[in-house]
């Protein structure tokens, strides 16, 4: 008899699955703190979550079938090559099973560029939520249009069809600031009839309450203001989301475990 176990008990295989983890460890346009072991300390974190919240009564782990892939083999330092691998798992992901709500494990925040791109081909009309310190609105950075500084402003001016909404942006360059009205973007959430795609960059929580990430920015919301504006989204049609710039550089970190909340609360409020 093997006296062994998975990562998670209570994995299923994709073509079951209601949930699938997915680590995209990313890190070659990061200038903080290098962020490639996001999705391994995001999962253990995650493993170590007791399934019932005894605040709502209820169990993600009940509730939901998990089936964890484990991580995209990015190209270090080659975001076209890397974009490509994202595009290439995500068409085998859906094609395997077209109902399945993808939670997506940073890796820097580069990576949520080719996700929402190629959502956006099976979820029409996506409205982003970007909860993040920073706009990142830029059209460039040092010259280098892809970045985890630039990708908000590259999704918008490549799309006709996805609105935005960032909240906890609380410095920005004074471009940026142009480029947010100029694309319309709101800094409110209000009643959405879209799809929702929620991203959430571990930098908008001030860093006394999470300090490994990518690029910490003081005066951040707290975790239960966080957690009240994603109550916002309840009842939301919320068809996949992310979570990154994970710093954490070993298990049992404050940035992880908070992550792992995270997404237990998201599971938690979107419409099925």
Same mark, same amino acid.
């Given at each position: ?13 994709? /073509?079951?699955?209601? #949930?699938? @983890?997915? $680590?995209?460890?990313?890190? &070659?346009?990061? %200038? ?66 077209? /109902?399945?709500?993808? #939670?997506? @494990?940073? $890796?820097?925040?580069?990576? &949520?560029?080719? %996700? ?102 003081a005066s951040g919301m707290s975790f239960e203001e966080l957690k009240k504006e994603l109550m916002k989204l309840k009842g939301s049609n919320i068809v996949g989301m992310d979570i990154v710039e994970c710093a954490s550089r070993e298990a049992e970190t ?19």
């Open positions: 008899m093997l006296y062994t176990k998975k990562i998670f008990d209570y994995e299923y295989p994709l /073509k079951e699955a209601d #949930v699938c @983890l997915v $680590g995209i460890p990313f890190s &070659s346009t990061e %200038i903080g703190q290098p962020v490639k072991y996001g999705p391994l300390f995001i999962r253990e974190a995650i493993r170590n979550l007791m399934g019932h919240n005894p605040k709502t009564g209820k169990n993600i782990f009940k509730k939901y079938k998990f089936c964890n892939i484990g991580d995209i083999e990015i190209v270090p330092g080659s975001w076209e090559k890397t974009d490509k691998v994202i595009t290439d798992t995500m068409k085998g992901i859906f094609s395997e099973n077209k /109902k399945v709500f993808p #939670v997506f @494990l940073g $890796g820097e925040h580069l990576i &949520s560029l080719s %996700i929402i791109r190629n959502l956006q081909k099976i979820r029409k009309g996506l409205t982003v939520v970007d909860f993040d310190a920073h706009r990142d609105l830029l059209p460039d950075w040092l010259g280098e249009e892809h970045s985890h500084i630039t990708w908000a402003y590259r999704l918008l001016k490549g799309s006709k069809y996805i609105n935005m909404v960032q909240i906890g942006c609380r410095i920005f360059e004074e471009e940026e600031q142009k480029n947010f009205i100029k694309f319309g973007v709101s800094d409110k959430i209000g009643k959405i009839n879209n799809p929702v795609y929620l991203t959430i960059d571990l930098d908008v929580l001030d860093p006394s309450v999470c300090p490994e990430v990518g690029t910490q920015q404050r940035t992880a475990h908070i992550a792992a909340e995270l997404i237990r609360t998201v599971l938690e409020i979107r419409k099925v």
